[in-house]
């Protein structure tokens, strides 16, 4: 079920034409549907239901508007996190502490202060550097924080290098062979609690081979750690299953066979599992709406030149990621073209050789796919402010997101004296 569809010859987020949206709050926009939202978080904890109390804690950092977390909140939905600023806004939006797991490489004193006085769920550590700082942090405080580590499996994920996590060359987790000691450690160090273990190989993950592999060696692992003595009762096996981009593309595989297998591999752990999908949920329940400023030629194929630009969708610059390019209100023409934002970069290139429908100047276009790891990590280079965002619910729809003014970014610089 595509909660972007079109009706009556144009395109639809839910019950609401996307031209609406356009006129009134003008383009670029993001727009979110959280149906599609609801429905995600749902396939995902049925898919989980065989286990027994499982935590889903989404990724905040896929998608971390206020709007967008108070849906996945109300779905039941706990929060990982990787910064104080995403506990922050997680704990804004309402989400409890015993559902926030903190993750993230570089923790500091000050963020592990600010979880421990909120609460949490548990710390996923990155080595044995940052278990002694969180150590010393929660001593100070008289309090004791739930630790796992982070173990780095050493597998290949299969996905784009740049969201590989579990390779032994990333910057990731401790070496998996150093867990047994890095728990030892733990364990004498005041204000700690080890009682966990966590992995996470990578993101965009199209095959289940690698996630399977690296929990088989978490399993071995908890089994090797109560041998030593430990208490493990949780294991965080983290997100990165992958989602459809391109529909032509062979699809990943499903929530369902993820929790079949993990079913499979965790049957005599005895441990309460965390989740942490981020892209899974939000992934394609949004859209950069944008429209087509002019079409000039090019020496192969024309160019196609939106108001949207690689400031507000970095992926397909990043990591030459594919995004279905879709008109709002096809007229069955085609041609092909490259589709590129107004940004002085070769780089903003959305598109290459692209064959789409015929798009003229004043038309709307969307870039689909873009609920997760957009919006978040736009900027506002070139001046260009940051895009807003609309989530629409039904037949209803609000800006859950304004369009930054330029006034805001000229404000936020400051002339010295000595140049005034
Ligand atoms: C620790 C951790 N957990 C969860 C996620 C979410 O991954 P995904 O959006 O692929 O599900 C990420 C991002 O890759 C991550 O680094
Ligand atoms: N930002 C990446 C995913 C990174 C996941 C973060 N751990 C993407 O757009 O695909």
């Known amino acids: 079920m595509d909660h972007f569809h079109l009706k009556g010859g144009v395109l639809h987020c839910e019950d609401v034409p996307l031209p609406a949206i356009a ?24 898919a989980l239901a065989g286990l027994d109390d499982p935590l889903v804690a989404y990724a905040v950092k896929a998608n971390p508007n206020a709007a967008v977390l108070a849906v996945l909140r109300d779905e039941g939905l706990g929060a990982d996190v990787v910064s104080g600023g995403e506990y922050r806004r997680a704990r804004a939006a309402g989400i409890a502490p015993e559902k926030i797991v903190f993750s993230g490489v570089g923790k500091t004193a000050e963020e592990m202060r600010l979880v421990l006085d909120g609460g949490l769920c548990q710390f996923n550590l990155e080595s044995v550097e940052e278990a002694e700082m969180l150590s010393a942090v929660a001593s100070n405080m008289g309090r004791t924080a739930p630790v796992a ?32 000691a890095a728990y030892a450690r733990a364990r004498s160090l005041p204000g700690l609690d080890p009682q966990g273990v966590a992995v996470h190989i990578g993101s965009q993950l199209t095959s289940l081979a690698p996630l399977e592999s690296a929990f088989r060696k978490v399993g071995e692992l908890i089994a090797d750690l109560r041998k030593a003595g430990h208490d493990i009762v949780k294991a965080d096996l983290g997100g990165g299953l992958g989602i459809p ?27 309460r599992l965390i989740f942490e999908p981020g892209r899974l949920i939000v992934g394609n329940a949004g859209v950069l709406l944008t429209e087509v400023i002019r079409v000039k030629p090019g020496a192969t194929d024309p ?12 992926r397909p610059s990043l990591y030459d990621a594919w995004h279905a390019i879709d008109a709002v209100t096809p007229k069955g023409t ?62 209803r729809w609000a800006v859950v997101r304004e369009r930054q003014d330029v006034e805001s970014l000229i404000r936020a610089d400051r002339i010295p004296d000595w140049l005034a």
């Open 149 to 180: 580590f982070r173990v780095n499996p050493d597998v290949e994920a299969g996905s784009h290098a740049k969201i590989s996590t579990g390779a032994a060359h990333n910057k990731f987790g401790i070496p998996i062979g150093e867990a047994v």
């Open 334 to 395: 085609h041609m092909t073209a490259n589709v590129v934002g107004p940004v002085c970069e070769t780089g903003d290139t959305f598109a290459t050789a692209r064959e789409m429908d015929g798009a003229r100047a004043g038309d709307l276009l969307v870039f689909r796919t873009a609920g997760a790891y957009a919006a978040t990590m736009a900027s506002t280079y070139n001046s260009r402010p940051l895009t807003p965002e609309v989530m629409v619910d039904g037949g």
């Open 245 to 271: 981009y391109d529909p032509e593309a062979p699809l990943p595989p499903s929530p369902e066979l993820y929790g079949r297998m993990v079913a499979d591999v965790t049957a005599d752990w005895n441990v």
């Open 303 to 314: 160019f196609v030149i939106v108001d949207a630009a690689m400031n507000d969708l970095m």
């Open 23 to 46: 006129e009134a709050v003008g383009t670029p926009v993001y727009v979110y549907s959280a149906a599609t939202m609801r429905r995600h978080a749902r396939v995902f904890r049925e």
